[in-house]
């Protein structure tokens, strides 16, 4: 067969793969064996299985935004494709990060935790960017715009796994009414029939032609869906999956269409038919390139057609291994030994024969007690029967040290699991959810009962088809393990060790020693040594950990336990999970009916919430923030600014009982308040804490209108309907959100009120007419619009609500109307200024949860002849009514030319001797702090312990170089404190 | 994570509902007579147990209503949603679900996966 070869750089070199080569398969086929160093130790590694489970060649794909720790043994080659080790230096053949291997015995289990202790400063200076650029795998990827999405899926079954259980079931459903999900993680069905020689005939063909003919009754059934190079990674509560899906399998990333889907499945029933996964056994420099599990090989054997070695040392302890002997000697090869530890008598007849046929160095109730070699296998060490040594001239060594039912998920689903004697691992035992398990991940290794186990597992449904399927094996049947997970070294020198974490670089001995300093428990033992914690989790390593723990703690190993399997199964890219919620569609963006003129206007924008609001308006390009801050907040007490207000919340109550529902939302009283006018109202939780404020303006006893803080709008709406649905379903009322039905404009200063006549020049604003906190419906060319006065700066003010569509228009009318005024725009941040100056609070700034109206002296809102309102109770427990509660105070620094800074703590003392040893007491912290360009000095506010009682006197604040600066403690009303400007 | 039916929509995900914690904690009728230690049970004490639990369910993004659902806290199924108002269902009623995942004990976590011996 002639294919064309695909070329493809591995650190920089060029090399040739077969079309649907993984990168270990392609460079296996060019006789590479050094992928990668290991985390720890830096020592020199190899491809060790071939597929998902693979712990040591971890590569980066630097043209795919350089991303890491990609498995060679998953990740297909194409065309172009430039592929690098991950951690060495400078170069993967010489890496002088592997001085750490001769100086392991200081980096022993815990080593971490028990070295970087001190000095201080080192771990920030010395030893964490010294660790960071030793340890670790590859290096984080560079940014990119993912294109991954998310797709949802409802079914009646899901079926994890299209290997020959898989299919089995496939094929019983194929046709029905159940709506199907098939999942399978490779680009083929097939499992172990593509795998390995297992299987001589299905049906009496050969197995690929009934896979084939399997394949297409299936892909015809119209009731199967199929998901190829889709990998089940969690299995979650109510059956609810998550699999990720490879778009781009063997090709390079289209620019136009997702890379990754992650597909989130609900389902009625799961069958699990994932599988088994091989696990190894521990012997001296078991990481060494070369070593590589049985069935591994025989994959790349099979299924990528090649003979990675064609003299390998085999070695086992079960007949799983024969397979792999035949698949060998049938293409011609003969293996350099076969190393059995069973004793030759329970070693099964067809091994032995094809042994003795073909002549092959036959080692039984012997073990590999090490290999040895630089950066590769060179020779392997075998113990024999007889205890003597024997060294075997080799480059390659399979090991099988068993299988493992690929139990991750079914853990996951919270089933429980039992320890089989007979295949010495763990499989699933008692479900927690509607989970079917067939095949070898069920513990069932036997092709005979696997089609009774299938009829039988799936007789609870309903018509599905009837199967007949008849299996020719080749080779024995019955697995005859006989335990192994270490065998004893020989040969101790500084570089030779005996791993049970590969990718972690976990040794054997480092288990003892974590057992000996008393971590007997296997969850803290994992932790201590970080066993089985890399990016494999320990898929191949870990029943082999519980194993030796379970031998040192002389305990049985289901006694011992597994630690537990947590989602995701393998790991999953970020961009998968984020999906199309990145950047502009992260999170919503909102924009007033006035964003254009602000952008005309040169406004800098500060987001709030979702919205985008002018922060400050730059009148030229080398206008700084505080200069344009200052020349705005000036002008609006010398004539009259406008801010855009119309991201502030608005909520409709309305109804018969909206009165009653107002009375004990907020704390103010509302009874006795006249119709068209509104009152500054505060909303408490029931602990009595400031949740938010607003202007309530009643239009008459069933129908009011609120407004709440920008960033509040949603909360507030959601506990009022709280309290409505829940507390109170009695009352009659509707809550309306028309936060956007309507743009606001604040109209603030002192011109305000002659621009309002020019602008609406038939209404009559005249204080008579048209008093503080009083408001009315206008009509407006086709529309009608509100005007209420009120004031957050504490001059004479106005707020416009106007339909959005009209918007734009009337506040260019404002600005047209008052060219002598100079009309200033205002942002956010001169607002905040200007209520400073007045000592109006910000929820959320001045307030953080914990403070009361008691503690802002907001007493006079508080409606006490009510008999309830949300928190009322509260505000007469013991602890709110403490007079050394934290209080808001007013601060002025007393060398007016200081600035105070918002954060700093205000205490006692002037001095702090430095460096400070001993607690400086802390009264509380400032909150908002200004220059005010009208006062010409610094204004700030505080909350501080007992600090009503503390205004005249003089405290400290601090600065961020630790100084302090003198402050007098005033009321917090720093202009006009009469508040006649607002009235006049 | 879990679907929830709203009684008022259907079946929906979860990701749609905001929890609202332990439902039927009436709130005190006149709290102007009643002591500190009672008022201040009412707004911070709420019961946490391992098991059946009553509680309250909005359907933030979708119909925006309250109601109630019986959960398993140990397994996170709903084994029963009512309306606001209606009488909440005895716990008898629930007395065969199963109490933990992997049948550990009644208090405390510990997540076991093998079947005790």
Redesign the interface.
């Known amino acids: 067969m002639t294919e064309s070869k695909i070329y493809f750089k591995f650190d920089g070199k060029k090399y040739a793969g077969n079309q649907g080569d993984t990168i270990a398969a392609a460079l296996l086929r060019n006789n590479v064996r050094l992928i990668g160093r290991s985390f720890k130790y830096h020592r020199p590694r190899g491809i060790y299985t071939c597929g998902i489970e693979e712990p040591n060649a971890l590569v980066q794909i630097i043209n795919e935004h350089n991303e890491p720790n990609v498995r060679a043994t998953v990740k297909k080659i194409y065309e172009g494709m430039i592929v690098k080790s991950q951690n060495r230096w400078p170069s993967l053949k010489t890496d002088l990060g592997s001085i750490n291997n001769i100086l392991s015995p200081i980096f022993s289990a815990g080593f971490y935790y028990k070295t970087f202790m001190g000095p201080k400063g080192f771990w920030k200076n010395v030893y964490e960017p010294l660790i960071r650029r030793t340890a670790g795998l590859g290096k984080p990827p560079k940014e990119f715009k993912s294109k991954s999405i998310h797709q949802h899926h409802n079914v009646d079954v899901i079926i994890v796994g299209g290997g020959l259980s898989g299919l089995l079931a496939a094929r019983k459903f194929a046709g029905t009414n159940y709506d199907v999900l098939l999942v399978e993680r490779e680009d083929a069905f097939g499992g172990v029939l593509k795998n390995a020689n297992k299987i001589k005939s299905i049906n009496d063909q050969p197995a690929d032609e009934w896979l084939e003919k399997t394949e297409r009754l299936i892909r015809n059934s119209n009731n199967i869906k199929i998901l190829k190079n889709t990998l089940v990674t969690t299995y ?3 059956d ?1 999956l998550i699999a990720l899906e490879d778009k781009n399998v063997g090709k390079p990333q289209d620019n136009e269409k997702p890379e990754l889907v992650l597909h989130k499945i ?1 389902t009625k029933h799961t069958i699990l038919a994932n599988g088994h996964i091989e696990r190894f056994i521990t012997f001296r420099n078991n990481d060494l390139p070369g070593v590589m599990l049985a069935a591994s090989f025989e994959k790349y054997l099979n299924r990528y057609g090649f003979v990675p070695d064609e003299s390998p040392v085999i070695f086992t302890n079960n007949s799983s291994t024969y397979s792999l002997l035949k698949s060998l000697t049938d293409l011609g090869h003969k293996p350099k030994a076969y190393v059995d530890i069973r004793d030759q008598k329970n070693i099964e007849k067809q091994t032995l024969e094809l042994l003795e046929k073909f002549n092959i160095p036959f080692y039984p109730k012997s073990e590999v007690e090490g290999c040895e070699g630089q950066k590769e296998v060179k020779k392997v060490s075998i113990r024999t029967k007889k205890n003597q040594i024997t060294k075997i001239k080799t480059s390659m060594l399979c090991v099988s040290g068993g299988f493992n039912p690929d139990i991750h998920l079914f ?1 996951q689903s ?1 089933g ?4 089989d004697k007979d295949h010495l691992t ?1 499989k699933p ?2 479900i ?1 959810q509607k989970t079917i398990t067939l095949g070898s991940v069920s513990g069932n290794f036997s092709y005979e009962k696997l089609l009774v186990e299938v009829e039988k597992k799936l007789s609870e449904f309903q018509g599905l088809n009837e199967l007949e399927v008849k299996f020719e094996i080749n080779g024995p049947e019955k697995f005859q393990i006989k335990e192994l997970w270490e065998t004893k070294h020989e040969k101790k020198s500084l570089w030779s060790k005996s791993f049970i974490d590969l990718q972690n670089d976990v040794t054997t001995k480092d288990l003892r020693q974590a057992v000996n300093e008393g971590f007997n428990r296997i969850e803290h033992l994992k932790r201590f040594t970080t066993n089985s914690m890399g990016t494999d989790q320990g898929k191949i390593s870990s029943i082999n950990a519980l194993g030796i723990v379970s031998k040192i703690l002389k305990k ?1 190993i ?2 011992v ?2 630690t ?2 947590r989602p995701p199964y393998s790991p999953v890219n970020f961009s998968a999970i984020a999906g199309r919620s990145t950047y502009e569609f992260y999170d919503p963006v909102r924009k007033t009916p006035l964003h254009s003129w602000h952008i005309n206007q040169n406004a800098v924008f500060e987001n709030v919430g979702q919205w985008k609001r002018p922060w400050y308006f730059k009148k030229s390009e080398d206008e700084t923030m505080l200069q344009a801050v200052q020349r705005e907040a000036e002008q609006v007490r010398k004539t009259a600014g406008i801010l855009d207000g119309s991201t502030l919340g608005k909520i409709e109550i309305k109804g018969k009982d909206a009165l009653t529902f107002v009375n004990l939302m907020y704390t103010n009283s509302f009874t006795k308040m006249k119709p068209k006018t509104g009152r500054y109202a505060l909303m408490l939780g ?2 009595g804490m400031i949740k938010d404020d607003g202007i309530v303006c009643k239009i008459n006893d069933q129908h009011f209108i609120v407004t709440t803080t920008t960033g509040n709008a949603a909360s507030v709406l ?1 506990h009022m ?2 309290y409505a ?3 109170w ?1 009695n009352l009659n009322l509707y809550i309306n959100s028309i936060t956007e039905q309507f743009a606001t404009f604040n109209l603030s200063g002192p011109k305000s009120r002659v621009i309002m006549s020019r602008v609406f020049n038939d209404i009559d604003f005249s204080n008579d007419q048209f008093p503080f906190m009083s408001f009315d419906n206008f009509k407006y060319l086709d529309t009608e619009i509100r005007i209420l006065r009120a004031s957050f700066t504490g001059e004479l003010g106005y707020e416009i609500y106007v339909p959005p569509s009209h918007a734009l228009k009337l506040w260019q009318k404002f600005f047209i109307s008052s060219r002598d005024f100079d009309l200033v725009p205002y942002g956010t941040e001169t607002m905040h200024l200007l209520r400073a100056e007045k000592g109006y609070i910000i929820v959320g700034q001045d307030t953080d949860g914990t403070v009361t109206p008691l503690d802002l002296n907001l007493n006079w809102m508080i409606g006490k002849k009510k ?2 309102f949300i928190g ?3 505000l007469t ?2 602890d709110i009514v403490r007079e050394t509660r934290k209080q808001l105070v007013g601060l002025v620094p007393v060398d007016k030319t200081l600035g105070i800074e918002e954060g700093q703590h205000v205490i006692e003392q002037k001095d702090l001797s430095l460096p400070i040893k001993n607690p400086v007491d802390m009264l509380g912290h400032v909150t908002s702090s200004y220059f005010s360009p009208n006062l010409n000095h610094s204004v700030a506010m505080a909350l501080i312990r007992g600090g009503k009682r503390k205004i005249g006197s003089r405290l400290f604040v601090s600065t961020e170089n630790l100084n302090t600066i003198a402050v007098e403690v005033v009321e917090p009303n720093f202009i006009d404190p009469k508040n006649e400007r607002m009235m006049l | 994570m879990f679907t929830i039916r709203c009684p008022y929509c259907g079946e929906r995900d979860q990701s749609e509902f905001s929890n609202g914690g332990e439902a039927h904690v009436a709130r005190p009728k006149d709290p102007e007579q009643i002591s500190d230690r009672e008022w201040s049970e009412y707004v911070f004490i709420r019961a946490n147990p391992k098991g059946i639990y009553y509680e309250r369910w909005v359907h933030t993004h979708g119909c925006k209503k309250w109601f109630n659902a019986v959960r398993n806290t140990s397994t996170d199924e709903i084994l029963k949603v009512y309306k606001m108002g209606e009488a909440p269902p005895p716990l008898k009623e629930f007395k065969n679900t199963i109490k933990t995942p992997s049948g550990e004990p009644d208090v405390g976590s510990g997540n076991f996966s093998v079947k005790k011996p």
């Open positions: 979650n509560f109510s609810h609900r853990t919270k429980l699991l039992k320890w763990f035992d008692r927690f049985d289901s006694e336990g597994t537990t399997y029931e602990d959601a309907e709280e649905q829940t507390e379903p008999k309830d009322k109770r509260s427990r013991t």
